[in-house]
């Protein structure tokens, strides 16, 4: 299953975005606000980082617990982790797992097209799989004697 097929699917039309001179705590407002995990960080119109709800409790942790007057420039992934939607579900999981991380940018090109979450993958990889165990019992009840 390519990540193509997973953005069709997901409700993509939205990409939320935070500013990289905003503080974090307009950050955390906007992911409170559209129920998201994840803000893409935009500077002049260019993508230029990723911030998650991890990075600011490591930001808060590492800076002393306050919201106020840290820039999320500060905090954010500044080489997020990117697929294209060509890749794999299957190359999406393994580099999510081995990298730690909850998201994924989903670049065509230089033009950011959507973000996936694990969530997502883990919801594509379960579609899938019973969708092939439905195959293999429809299979093996009309296996011919």
């Given at each position: 299953m390519l990540i193509r097929e997973v953005m069709t699917v997901k409700d993509q039309?939205?990409?939320?975005?935070?500013?990289?001179?905003a503080e974090v705590a307009e950050a955390v407002r906007r992911m409170v606000d559209h129920d998201v995990g994840s803000l893409v960080v935009m500077h002049a119109g260019t993508m230029v980082?990723?911030?998650?709800?991890?990075?600011?409790?490591?930001?808060?942790?590492?800076?002393?617990?306050?919201?106020?007057?840290?820039?999320?420039s500060e905090v954010m992934e500044k080489e997020p982790l990117v697929a294209t939607p060509e890749d794999t579900v299957d190359y999406a999981r393994d580099a999510m797992t081995k990298s730690h991380t909850s998201h994924l940018l989903i670049l065509e090109g230089t033009q950011l097209s959507g973000v996936m979450s694990f969530h997502d993958v883990a919801r594509a990889c379960l579609k899938e799989a019973n969708f092939e165990n439905a195959l293999l019992k429809r299979y093996i009840k009309h296996w011919p004697e």
């Open positions: 039309g939205q990409i939320y975005s935070v500013d990289a001179d980082g990723f911030i998650t709800e991890r990075d600011v409790i490591r930001g808060m942790h590492a800076l002393g617990c306050s919201l106020t007057d840290v820039k999320v």
